[in-house]
């Protein structure tokens, strides 16, 4: 071969066809895999609902959530949207039954994703007192995931802000909580209990407000309830789980209470919601976060 400098390269087909034979399999035994893999990747995450914009902590959600399955909406940012029908409704006794620790691990799940909402209500309504007991249930329940290990240092960390009674700090420990927890859900590749725990407090703060708002009805604080599209997002998040997990008769209960809601939250176009419409969202959200709490 004239490489056109005077030079010139000789080779034989024997020689060099095995070597390239070589190559082409090795390229492909490494590159195939990598290319189905992330085929699979996007497919994965277009079977994923889409998450409510409000509902994304920025700080959670990375510039490649599309190809994330472990990005669910944070516990902080839920709260904080139904924080505008404060105060909220805060119940001290039901998690006095949390000391038994389930063995379905969604159990496990959806209940510390109640606990940890149950955090930012009980500073929301003055009770900062009661999250030292929520703290030692959340570490408990984190453990019993396989997700312990950097609960231990948020469990501390909220103590001391509910010793000291400081309400911002302890708000951030709750958040980091969650984070951590998933984290850790994602290296065990256990990514479907984020979004249980993720479902749990959703229904932990959506019970709460609901609750309050019927107590005290007003059609500017119950509009704030009427968030189809949120329900949407969880009982599609049920059904993108993986099938060993969303047949469980629980779990089918709670999509099918959550398409029902779904439907009770559509309002007609320039309308507000009633007292009875909120009543009826008092009712199922009621009925969710009992399941939740099993």
């Not at 940890?116 to 009770?127: P, S």
């Not at 408990?140 to 469990?155: M, N, T």
């Not at 932990?204 to 329900?231: C, G, I, Q």
């Not at 959550?258 to 969202?281: C, F, H, I, W, Y």
Request: aromatic share 6%.
């Amino acid at each position: 071969m004239d490489f056109g400098s005077g030079v010139k390269f000789q080779y034989t087909e024997i020689s060099i066809a095995p070597a390239l034979f070589l190559w082409e399999t090795l390229s492909m035994q490494m590159i195939l895999p990598t290319i189905l893999g992330f085929c699979a990747l996007v497919a994965t995450a277009q079977d994923k609902p889409e998450i409510p914009d409000d509902l994304l902590d920025d700080e959670h959600f990375r510039s490649d959530s599309a190809l994330n399955e472990f990005t669910v909406p944070s516990i902080s940012k839920v709260f904080n949207e139904l924080e505008k029908v404060s105060p909220l409704s805060y119940d001290p006794d039901h998690y006095k039954n949390y000391g038994r620790t389930p063995i379905d691990r969604s159990r496990i799940a959806l209940r510390l994703g109640t606990l940890i909402a149950d955090g930012f209500i009980a500073v929301q309504t003055g009770n900062s007192e009661d999250v030292p007991k929520i703290a030692a249930h959340i570490s408990r329940y984190s453990k019993a995931l396989g997700a312990g290990d950097r609960i231990k240092v948020h469990a501390a960390e909220l103590l001391e802000h509910a010793k000291a009674k400081d309400l911002p700090k302890l708000k951030r420990a709750l958040a980091s909580t969650q984070r951590d927890v998933e984290r850790e859900l994602a290296g065990l590749r256990d990514p479907d209990l984020s979004h249980l725990i993720s479902l749990g407090g959703w229904l932990e703060a959506l019970d709460s407000a609901a609750t309050a708002v019927d107590k005290k009805y007003t059609p500017e604080r119950a509009l704030t309830l009427f968030r189809e599209d949120v329900a949407d997002y969880y009982a599609e998040s049920i059904g993108s789980l993986h099938p060993d997990i969303s047949r469980r008769p629980h779990l089918i209960k709670m999509r099918e209470l959550l398409q029902g809601l779904r439907n009770a939250m559509v309002l007609e176009e320039n309308t507000k919601p009633s007292a009875d419409q909120v009543k009826e969202v008092t009712t199922v959200s009621t009925q969710l976060v009992e399941i939740a709490r099993r």
